[in-house]
């Protein structure tokens, strides 16, 4: 049985499909001992191997390309060497994901979503020390605070951040000048970032007091928000999300997490039904498969 290499780190909660996707771009996904390609696809019996840590099968191929033999976190010495006692993971028989897992957690200012941090800021996987491997899905840059959802389900990831699947992410902003109709109107209007090339999509501004104001985007542009007010003239202050689709950040405490389940659940995977975990190049793609597959 043959798996796409992307889909298999996920599902073994490596990684989302997307950094899988820039793992094996950036050659630190081997695969018995061979750099990955793009859109691979592995059997059980080979040995899988990302960012130097085995999660296949076969550790004689684990080293290969890098002079070093992998190992698997804690299962070696301090010199980086493996222990004689180490054996690498297998592949699971079954392609079956784990249970799935959906956290909401209230992300501090100061932690950082990145696993490399050049300021060594501390990390919201570390922080919260779920028992389960879970990754972010759309990150908070260290400056801001709020809700950010962490889950097992590689899947949901690109569904939840695909602008073309419109999924609204809320935030609450205070800036450092009034907040005026003007301002508003730009905002919601879509504003072009010129360090982008970008402009950004019509979205939801409301006023909230003399220098604050919530906005609701459906897109994730790189510091979107603090780059849209420093195109409008003012600075951001404070800036919080506090809100994801259905799912609100509420009285979770600073630093916390909670489970997302039951009704609040159901209703999330719902409104992800008809989302498309594809890019609009991948989607065009997948088009002119369609499309030849007719003629």
Known sequence: ????????LSAMGVCSR???????ESGKVLVDGVPAKMGQKVRMDQTVVCRGKVVGRGEAAAGAGNGKT??????????????????????????????????????????????????????????????VRVYYVGRLDKDSEGLVLMTNQGDLVNKIM????????????????????????????G???????????????????????????????NRQIRRMCEACGCHVRSLK???VMNICLGDLKSGEYRQVEGAEYREFMKLL?????????????????????GE
Do not use: W
Request: aromatic share 4%.
């Open 70 to 131: 992998a190992r698997r976190v804690g299962s070696g010495r301090a010199d980086g060497t493996a222990a004689q006692d180490a054996r690498p993971a297998s592949l699971p028989r079954s392609m079956k994901k784990p249970r799935p897992v959906l956290l909401a957690v209230n992300k501090p200012k100061g932690v950082v979503c990145t696993a490399s941090d050049k300021d060594k800021a501390p990390n919201i996987v570390d922080m919260i020390q779920y028992p």
């Open 162 to 189: 695909r602008s073309g699947n419109a999924h609204e992410k809320e935030y609450q902003v205070v800036v450092d000048r009034p907040v005026t109709a003007e301002f508003l109107a730009r905002m919601e209007k």
């Open 191 to 221: 504003v072009r970032l010129k360090e982008l090339d970008r402009t950004t999509l019509p979205c939801k501004v409301r006023k909230t007091g003399d220098k604050r104001f919530s906005i609701v985007l459906t897109q994730g542009l």
């Open 273 to 293: 039904e008809h989302s498309t975990n594809l890019s609009f190049r991948q989607q065009n793609a997948a088009r002119g498969r369609d499309q030849s597959d």
């Open 1 to 8: 049985m043959e798996e796409r290499l992307n889909k298999l």
């Open 18 to 24: 997307r950094e899988a996707d820039r793992l094996i």
């Open 241 to 243: 999300r506090v809100r």
